[in-house]
């Protein structure tokens, strides 16, 4: 960004220029797959865990079987009732199947949330804001100030530009927090899924798909909550009298107010997804 020749405006205009990029960063990680994720190494290592719990996950599955088998049926002859039989080897077939190709299962809700999230960027446009720029309004008061009418607006800018930081950082590593959490239950899937070999036992891998869901569907949420705030931030109110100082405080503390929310809506999109799901 090109400097204005007022080192005030340039903070502030640097500052909203660093938020674009955060809200850039943000994009990226939401609609990049974890295959694709840093060339794909993350996702080879995280494969490579999972195959090597299949094994666990596959004496689980026996174990639960057991245990539902016993929980379920008061004898054993019960067993020999055809019913009952194809019954138990039903469960057991799906729940193998389950464990044997868990990858491909959590692929799949992954993309089909993704579609989701393509739908409504698709629908709504990119929520970026390229060239944020404090407003000319705002630029005009502060360059008309003097030295010593200045020194106030340096505290202000500098204060809401560091808190504009801190905010874009603590975005940052709330989408990347969630990312990670997709490479977790991929990793570990098997175990938890051998629980469905188990009439007791299957809410265990319910609950843990439910959990996965969630967690994909809090990217929708976020793309959601950043295009609403790309629409309110479009069309900021500005004051055009009073002094520069309060101008650039008025603006400042609307801008970062709007700043709070989202923030603030990104970092409980975890709790909206479970209100949402139920669970």
């Keep these: 960004m090109e400097s204005t020749g007022n080192w005030i405006v340039d903070i502030l205009n640097y500052t909203l220029s ?14 990049t797959s974890p295959q694709n994720f840093r060339g794909g190494t993350v996702w080879r290592v995280m494969s490579g865990i999972q195959g090597g719990l299949k094994g666990i996950a596959y004496a689980l599955l026996v174990l639960f079987f057991l245990v539902g088998v016993v929980r379920t049926t008061t004898n054993f ?26 990858m491909d299962l959590m692929t799949g809700v992954y993309r089909i949330v993704q579609g989701i999230l393509t739908s409504i960027s698709g629908h709504a446009g990119s929520f970026i804001t390229d060239g944020a720029r404090v407003p000319d309004a705002i630029q005009q ?37 969630r990312f990670f959490k997709l490479f977790m239950y991929t990793a570990v899937a098997p175990v938890p899924l051998s629980s469905f070999a188990g009439e007791g036992t299957s809410q265990v891998g319910r609950q843990f798909l439910k ?30 009298g009073g002094d520069a100082t309060s101008l650039v405080w008025s ?29």
């Design 18 to 31: 660093f938020w674009s990029d955060a809200l850039r960063t943000i994009w990226d990680v939401l609609t």
């Design 77 to 102: 002859a019960e067993i020999k009732r055809p019913e009952v039989a194809l019954k138990l080897f039903i469960r057991f077939a799906v729940a193998k199947a389950v464990v044997t190709y868990s």
């Design 141 to 177: 008061k502060i360059m008309e100030c003097s030295f010593l009418d200045s020194i106030p607006l340096w505290i202000v800018s500098v204060i809401g530009a560091l808190l504009i930081c801190v905010l874009s950082f603590v975005m940052i590593l709330t989408v990347y927090s």
């Design 251 to 279: 603006w400042l503390l609307q801008t970062i107010f709007y700043f709070l929310v989202l923030v603030g809506a990104v970092k409980m999109s975890d709790r909206v997804v479970k209100e949402m799901i139920g669970f």
């Design 211 to 240: 959990s996965y869901a969630g967690v994909c569907l809090q990217g929708a949420v976020i793309i959601i909550a950043c295009i609403i705030f790309s629409v309110v931030a479009e069309t900021p109110t500005v004051a055009t």
